[in-house]
């Protein structure tokens, strides 16, 4: 079993700077990629950043260039680096680990769980 929290959201003004943090327990070893996703009131919840086994990234056109993800040596804990914030940041922020499970027989079972959420205000 793998369990996920996230910690680091707040309130922030426009162009400031946040970083959300998010730890993994359980059998880190299954796990083949670390995710960020949000969901603003009324949205549905997007994919924002991705971080794989191998240490490759991606992310969502609206926050290339403007947020990072990233993760400790011992792949425990993923960072969110959110910087020059708007107001359409603001949202409920998930982090989520995915990855297989296998059972007795030796067959795999895909998994993706989820964090509680932190929030993330951009006003001024």
């Known amino acids: 079993q793998v369990q996920v929290v996230e910690s680091g959201g707040g309130l922030v003004q426009p162009g400031g700077s946040l970083r959300l943090s998010c730890a993994a327990s359980?059998?880190?070893?299954?796990?083949?990629?670390r995710e960020w996703y949000r969901q603003a009131p009324g949205k549905e919840r997007e994919l924002v950043a991705t971080?794989?086994?191998?240490?490759?990234?991606n992310y969502a056109d609206s926050v290339k260039g403007r947020f990072t993800i990233s993760r400790d040596s011992d792949k425990i804990t993923v960072y969110l680096q959110m910087n020059i914030l708007k107001p359409g940041d603001t949202a409920v922020y998930y982090c989520?680990?995915?990855?297989?499970?296998?059972?007795?027989?030796?067959?795999?079972?895909?998994?993706?769980?989820w964090g509680q959420g932190t929030q993330v205000t951009v006003s001024s």
């Open positions: 989520a680990a995915e990855g297989l499970h296998y059972n007795d027989h030796g067959l795999p079972t895909a998994y993706r769980v």
């Open positions: 359980g059998s880190i070893s299954s796990i083949n990629a």
């Open positions: 971080i794989n086994r191998e240490g490759s990234t």
